[in-house]
């Protein structure tokens, strides 16, 4: 009668033993897809990066996990760039097996400092991605080469920093401006929508210096949207060159290429499975 009577507890204490039991290695369920039918193939981890959320990866998720990939696209907290990477590297800790690491936008700066030093990552795919080198920022490079439309289109809100006496400042696309700066290949229907659910970026993350980057020692593909108009595209070449990045352009694509161009994105992921398994 008493575990009757209070089935919440009977609830929270499964949670518990469920979260015991990854803690003591049982994360082989953390990462979507079938492990026993592709136990050869890597998790694809796919990080979002600013104004977007892990739901941008849909039409990439869909693909990858026919293709008897596991996947796992964790919320990036896009608070600042030491505890994103961190927050993300204790994410793919938990999971077993090889790795391959997608980051879009300002997620792959977090993937560039979250993958340095871990054994199991054998790859990291940028797509439309800072794939920045030690000391440099998001915000840095974002304006090295002319072409990017998105400073004069950021809205900033201040937000609360617990135990600070200064607010940090988050920046918004203005809504108005949304399609045309940061996916003018969608229907406006689409981008009005995502207008609305935009995760920001603080600006203290955005202009955080970048740690040793992954690329120097893992190897790395690249995916430039020729049309992108958040990190023009000459700042994508020069940071896919310099990491020696296997290179495919997205002629025409904007800056969510993940969405507009899937089957691009994947084939991209799928070129470096290949190279490195």
Do not use: C
């Amino acid at each position: 009668m008493v575990s009757e009577r209070h089935p919440r507890r009977r609830v929270l204490g499964g949670l518990l033993a469920a979260g015991s039991a990854l803690t003591l290695g049982g994360a082989g369920s953390a990462a979507a897809g079938d492990r026993t039918g592709s136990a050869a193939k890597p998790t694809v981890v796919l990080v979002h990066g600013v104004f977007a959320d892990a739901s941008g990866w849909s039409a990439v998720t869909a693909r990858l996990l026919k293709a008897g990939f596991p996947v796992i696209a964790p919320a990036n907290p896009l608070r600042d760039l030491a505890g994103d990477a961190a927050y993300v590297r204790s994410v793919i800790d938990t999971i077993p097996g090889p790795l391959i690491l997608v980051g879009h936008s300002y997620g792959g700066e977090v993937i560039t400092n979250a993958g340095r030093d871990h054994a199991a990552v054998k790859a990291l795919v940028y797509v439309a991605a800072f794939a920045p080198d030690e000391g440099e920022s998001a915000l840095q490079l974002a304006g090295k080469f002319p072409g990017s439309r998105l400073e004069p289109a950021l809205v900033g809100r201040p937000f609360p920093i617990p135990g600070a006496t200064e607010p940090g400042l988050d920046g918004y696309i203005d809504p108005a401006k949304f399609h045309d700066v940061f996916a003018q290949d969608l229907p406006h229907a689409q981008t009005r929508i995502m207008a609305t659910a935009q995760r920001p970026g603080s600006v203290g993350g955005l202009s955080g210096a970048s740690g040793v980057p992954a690329w120097r020692t893992v190897p790395s593909w690249y995916v430039v949207a020729t049309a992108d108009r958040v990190i023009p595209p000459a700042v994508q070449r020069f940071m896919a060159e310099r990491a020696g990045s296997e290179v495919v352009e997205a002629g025409g694509a904007s800056h969510v290429v993940m969405m507009s161009r899937p089957d691009t994105v994947v084939r991209h992921i799928e070129a470096a499975y290949r190279a490195t398994r």
